[in-house]
């Protein structure tokens, strides 16, 4: 099977350096396009002399979203594959994409630690009005090219929570997402799994956003969300009795999470009306062609 590695990076040169060794050594026969948004570090110099790159796509955007639609905009296989550049593939991992998508249409597997590899990110799944969501790991996933068509990648309003709602609509258009061990790629510390860093409030205006667009505003949605919010309220508040934070830190915070659950909310109900169809992404890779700034393409 025929796949093209995509790449979001944003100034993490050394990073991406063992990145792309681990793919040149493990999946030699892949398409690698590095999408780099925009950095100031050297990346796009230490890209151009390498000769295991087959296309670099120069953002101006930084959002991780709208680089994962960059490059699958020209990324030329089947199969798609889209890995964090602060991750690197393991020995089996081609052969667990193959074999994945031979009988899925989405396949992801999970983060491990060196040296003493253990699982920093595992499988992860719910059920939410009747439908069964098997969570991605956002920085190591491959899928058919059909499914990127379908739903129309990703949706580029959010700015964290992407490869989430990309569960969400896979799971109401009825693709399986396997997940597999043998799928495996490594890191030596945990972070952000492949999503840029945002403040806090972002987490609760993407939550509302994501559950409001792919469910609506029933009651089992608006209990999650403000269930979540509880939860984070109640750990916040013993750290104002431990001594650890102060009462205005956490009204501050209060008021935060209640203006995103609002805003993200509103945002829900309007992408909802403007796509009304399965694939429920008004913000896809079919509404822009101005993302890349420069592209070069050596293939």
Known sequence: MELSVVVPTLNARDELTGCLDAVAEHAPDAEVLVVNGPSADGTTGMIRERDDVDVLIELADRTINAARNAGIDRASSEAIALVNHTLSITEQWREAVSEGLASADVVTGPTQ???DGGVLRGS????IAGRTITYLNAGNMAFRREVSETLDGFDEYLQIGGARDFAHRLAGN??????????NVTRG??????????DRGWKYRSLAYRLVKNYNLRPTILRRLFGHALGDAGTEFRAVLRGESRPSQWFGAGRNVVTNITRGAKDGVAARRQDSGPRRNPNGRSTRTDRAVTVYDWR
Request: negative net charge; aromatic residues 8%; charged residues 35%.
């Open 113 to 115: 630690t060196l040296p």
């Open 124 to 127: 992860e799944s719910q059920q």
């Open 174 to 183: 009825d693709f399986e997402t396997l997940w597999t061990e043998e799928m």
């Open 189 to 198: 510390v945990e972070a952000d799994g492949g999503e840029l860093d945002v």
